[in-house]
């Protein structure tokens, strides 16, 4: 007896588009030998397929278990239809717009086969700077709108030539359906531009490589934006790059060849290679060898690691391919090679990454020497992510570029949020039904371009997604910019406007990524935050239930003199420890070579301009001015870094004896910090500082919850390695699991995620 014939509507909800998704299924339905269709709509990939029923079943089930790579299936649903398209054969159909209710696929690096291509004398893209297929290149960064088609790209000015179309058109090549598809014929091409925008001749590459090697500034057209290039070996190129970004120490990322030329300048561990090469390339932190700082001069000033990223785009491989001498084949592409280019983000003054040609020739004047560029637009402006390995994987520093916008699942579905995150490090996030979309990188809302920058990346996230919000969720601060746009959105749409404690959104946010409902146990240790008494908090215990939360204990309040100038000098917080320690007189004699110490000393004395604080940043700040490791910081967190970097140099040690104390739920370190004001070994004061920390925050979980089984770690404090090591032990001992950010930073680059947790919750009535 014949097997019946069934038909079916299927759909496909996920990141299905711009992954090479509907031929992957054309070429499973005709595997199978099923008929029907497939097409791209604004909620993801829809499809219709008759034939046996168990080759419809087994297509359904393949669907999710052999999806593409890239693809990231969160639904199949199925419904028996009855077949409105004639033909025994299966096709793809042209796309249909409507409300999104899909996303975009992140940007990832040129895969290999396109390399094997590009690196082939005899290929027609032969060292072409923008070749791709379904399975790597831009994907977010060029797309307007959805569904995700070639006209709704960048690419649609560029009308593929007759070999591009056959491959498109060719079910058997994996340029099948890729939108972004081109050559040297019929795409976007190179050229190079000098520092007053005239065209260079020759060959744009070999002229930008040549000027790398003479020292010079290269401003370089990527995938989310400009990078500014140097030599990296050359100490007087960087220290040129720095004077003219006006960026004086803080470190420079360092784009390398591969992981056998990283490896002669930071150590790499066993499995990490796989990390920096992810499809993703993030930028990551890797231990630094004692030969770094003499080889590449000047990048990465006083720190022990160094950020280290690995070339993703075809422009970045063929510099690397050029200084190689243009060998054919990739087997160059597995052995070290001498070139180190700083690879940084071209934002001059702290503002939004330059995306445009002309915007570049404006606003990079004076700074860039050349510009490498291209004809391609760049639709949204996304930086480089930054990462560092821990146990478990990578923990985000900067989550952006090939991670954006991969859509994080929360445990329950209801109305769409926005959430606009606060001052520092600011993202965005916007939840449709069970997902959170997190934005790229906004950056620190201290100038009208980042502040534009940011209303961009809500009009942008929402269109993408076609979400309408329910409520708009912000940090408590009403200075903030983020705060002021929030109400003014929720106004002008008569939306419920939620303000949301800064230090219960940090907790939130881990707690929303790991799908974790209910009453917890949260740490929240960063550099400050808005408390619900107008104070300063920054070091907390808090009992987190859903909109609600609880201060269980703080950290000990120690003085701010000066106010917020105190977060960017050490010496003012050290002068505080002093002055509580009945020291005050030593402190004009202690700072001499601060021309305000006399002047502090004075406010401490009389409790002239120096609010309490709470701040775990600030404890930090306040140990590494004791110990004289920085005075005055370059950029925020400097001090709490080279105090890291200097205890992991010096190595293990026993936490200080009586370091701390704990009264009425407050954690006092004064003990401690009495003990490194007369510490005269800084690595070994920095190995004491932070051993002892990790035992008293343990302690202090164990005092004030001693029946818990797990506690949340958030705030920029857990990104320190050494803490949260000792801090992971410390727990463990005592059956404590630490529950730490994994998808977002646990630093204000993660908070919009928790604001919107809390909304969502708030609209739920949780």
């Known amino acids: 007896m014949s097997e019946s014939i069934v038909c079916q509507h299927i759909r496909v909800s996920g990141v299905v588009q711009g992954v090479g998704f509907r031929p992957f299924v054309w070429r499973l339905a005709r595997e199978l030998g099923l008929a029907g269709w497939v097409r791209n709509d604004s909620r993801g990939v829809e499809i219709e397929v008759r034939g046996a029923a168990a080759q419809v079943q087994r297509l359904v089930e393949r669907l999710e278990l052999d999806a593409p790579p890239l693809a990231r299936v969160n639904s199949v649903t199925t419904r028996d239809t009855v077949s409105a398209r004639g033909g025994e054969g299966f096709v793809i159909i042209d796309s249909r717009s409507g409300r999104a209710a ?71 090549d994996r340029r099948f359906h890729a939108e972004a598809n081109c050559c040297p014929k019929c795409g976007p091409h190179l050229f190079l531009l000098d520092g007053e925008g005239h065209r260079l001749p020759d060959d744009p590459l070999t002229t930008a490589l040549a000027l790398l090697r003479q020292g010079k500034i290269v401003a370089i057209k990527g995938l989310g934006g400009f990078h500014l290039a140097c030599d990296a070996r050359n100490a007087v190129a960087v220290a040129l790059l720095r004077e003219r970004k006006q960026r004086d120490e803080k470190p420079f990322v360092v784009m390398l060849a591969n992981a056998a030329s990283a490896a002669r300048l930071v150590q790499i561990g066993i499995g990490e290679p796989g990390l920096m090469a992810l499809p993703t390339r993030p930028a990551i932190l890797l231990r630094k060898r004692g030969s770094c700082d003499d080889a590449l001069p000047g990048v990465a000033p006083g720190l022990a690691w160094l950020g280290v990223m ?22 160059w592409l597995e052995r070290a090679q001498d070139l180190a280019l700083v690879m940084t983000s071209a934002n001059p003054g702290g503002e939004p990454l330059v995306v445009g040609n002309s915007e570049a020739l404006l606003r990079l004047y004076g700074i860039a020497d050349a510009f490498l560029m291209h004809d391609r637009d760049i639709v949204t402006r996304c930086d480089d992510s930054v990462a560092r390995i821990t146990t478990g994987g990578l923990q985000f520093i900067r989550r952006a570029r090939g991670y954006t916008p991969r859509a994080i699942k929360l445990p329950v579905s209801g109305p769409s949020v926005l959430a606009v995150g606060a001052w520092f490090k600011n993202t965005i996030c916007v939840t449709r039904g069970d997902e959170a979309y997190v934005s790229q990188h906004v950056g620190d809302l201290d100038n009208a371009a980042v502040c534009d920058f940011l209303e961009e990346s809500v009009a942008q996230l929402l269109k993408l997604l076609g ?19 929030a109400a003014d959105f929720a106004q002008q749409r008569h939306l419920p406007l939620l303000g949301i404690q800064h230090h219960h959104a940090h907790a939130a946010a881990v707690l929303a990524e790991h799908g974790l409902q209910g009453a917890h146990l949260a740490l929240s240790l960063d550099g400050v935050g808005l408390g619900t008494d107008g104070a300063a908090w920054g070091g907390e215990l808090l009992r987190v239930d859903g909109t609600r939360f609880e201060r269980l204990g703080h950290l000990s309040s120690l003085a701010l003199p000066g106010g917020d100038r105190a977060a960017n000098e050490p010496w003012r917080m050290a002068a505080a420890v002093l002055h509580q ?112 920390l990790a035992a008293a925050i343990a302690d202090w979980v164990r005092v004030l919850a001693p029946d818990e089984k797990a506690v949340v770690g958030s705030g920029g404090c857990f990104l320190n390695q050494v803490l949260v090591r000792g801090l992971r032990a410390r727990l463990g001992a005592q059956g404590i699991k630490l529950v730490e950010a994994r998808q977002v930073p646990p630093n204000d680059g993660g908070l919009s995620v928790g604001q919107a947790w809390i909304a969502l919750q708030h609209l739920l009535g949780h």
């Not at 370091?659 to 009425?664: D, L, P, T």
């Open 102 to 172: 899909t996303m975009i696929g992140h940007d990832t690096a040129v895969c290999r086969d396109c390399l094997t291509e590009m690196f082939d004398p005899g290929s027609p893209r032969w060292r072409y700077a923008f070749t791709n297929c379904t399975n790597c290149g831009p994907r977010y960064t060029i797309s307007r709108s959805l569904p995700y088609d070639r006209v709704r790209t960048s690419l649609k000015p560029f009308v593929m030539c007759h070999r591009c179309q056959y491959e498109y058109r060719r079910p058997e």
């Open 310 to 331: 690995l070339p993703y785009t075809p422009v970045q491989f063929l510099l690397f391919h050029e200084a190689a001498k243009r060998p054919a084949g990739v087997g």
């Open 467 to 485: 979400a309408e919000p329910a409520i708009v969720a912000h940090d408590l601060h009403p200075d903030f910019h983020s705060t002021r746009f």
């Open 581 to 692: 320690l009945g020291r005050n007189r030593e402190i004009s004699e202690r700072f001499i070579g601060q021309q305000a110490a006399p002047a502090v000393a004075q406010m401490l004395a009389g409790d002239i301009h120096c609010p309490p604080t709470t701040s775990m940043g600030r404890i930090f700040d306040a140990a590494a001015g004791l110990l004289g490791i920085r005075s005055v910081m370059a950029y925020e967190g400097q001090a709490a870094m080279f105090m890291e970097g200097l205890a992991q140099c010096y190595g293990d040690i026993l936490p200080l004896d009586q370091g701390w104390r704990i009264e009425q739920g407050r954690l006092d370190l004064l003990p401690l910090l009495a003990v490194l004001a007369d510490e005269k070994n800084a690595e070994r004061g920095a190995a004491l500082f932070h051993a002892t």
